[in-house]
T-cell receptor, first 112, second 111 residues
Framework: ETGVTQTPRHLVMGMTNKKSLKCEQH?????MYWYKQSAKKPLELMFVYNFKEQTENNSVPSRFSPECPNSSHLFLHLHTLQPEDSALYLCASSQEVNSPLHFGNGTRLTVT | GQSLEQPSEVTAVEGAIVQINCTYQTSGFYGLSWYQQHDGGAPTFLSY????GLEETGRFSSFLSRSDSYGYLLLQELQMKDSASYFC????????????FGQGTELSVKP
């Protein structure tokens, strides 16, 4: 139990599909993040939300659309993805933006 | 810009000591963190160094030298369960303090 729960654990989708990744944190943290982890590459920060407000969009293509309805939930809406988007998508939370991150187990996404 | 360099792989035997180095370049520096990630699992926070010197947490220690833009993670009395990837990460003041990760070091502990 990491305190940060991500669903689904695995997702296979076609390039024309629309799907959403869900993240929920039970730690009372104020900041939430989406990271992308591809093989042999560093974790790449995608989005940051602080007190439900998006504070960072790290030049992410518009086919990825985040949503943060409250400080405990974070979504990543996916549409018309490309095969190179296949990766592990990790959600994280922290007490404040400069605090250590608590990660979920990630969603392993495969785009066919 | 910013970059972090750490070895891609390290192998050691049970009971040994291993040091994983990390050098960094940032346009401003808040601190150096270390995370552990087992295969298929979530990265977990290990340590943070904001000032020069050694921080010890059980079998793990982390060191920082800001003048050398260098740090390391020291793992003592290695156990098989320590086999994992270890990431150094820096907060870059020039990028709004966001956390930038290195590529990770895969540690294999052999019997």
């Amino acid at each position: 139990e990491t305190g940060v729960t991500q669903t689904p654990r695995h997702l296979v989708m076609g390039m024309t599909n629309k799907k959403s990744l869900k993240c929920e944190q039970h730690l009372g943290h104020n900041a939430m993040y989406w990271y992308k982890q591809s093989a042999k590459k560093p974790l790449e920060l995608m989005f940051v939300y602080n007190f439900k407000e998006q504070t960072e969009n790290n030049s992410v293509p518009s086919r990825f659309s985040p949503e943060c309805p409250n400080s405990s939930h974070l979504f990543l809406h996916l549409h018309t993805l490309q095969p190179e988007d296949s990766a592990l998508y990790l959600c994280a939370s922290s007490q404040e933006v400069n605090s250590p991150l608590h990660f979920g187990n990630g969603t392993r996404l495969t785009v066919t | 810009g910013q970059s972090l360099e750490q070895p891609s792989e390290v192998t050691a035997v049970e009971g040994a000591i291993v040091q994983i180095n990390c050098t960094y370049q940032t346009s401003g520096f808040y601190g150096l963190s270390w995370y552990q990630q087992h295969d298929g699992g979530a990265p977990t926070f290990l340590s943070y160094n904001g000032l020069d010197g050694l921080e010890e947490t059980g079998r793990f220690s982390s060191f920082l030298s800001r003048s050398d833009s260098y740090g390391y993670l020291l793992l003592q009395e290695l156990q098989m369960k320590d086999s994992a990837s270890y990431f150094c990460a820096v907060r870059d003041r020039g990028q709004g303090g966001k956390l930038i990760f290195g590529q990770g070091t895969e540690l294999s502990v052999k019997p």
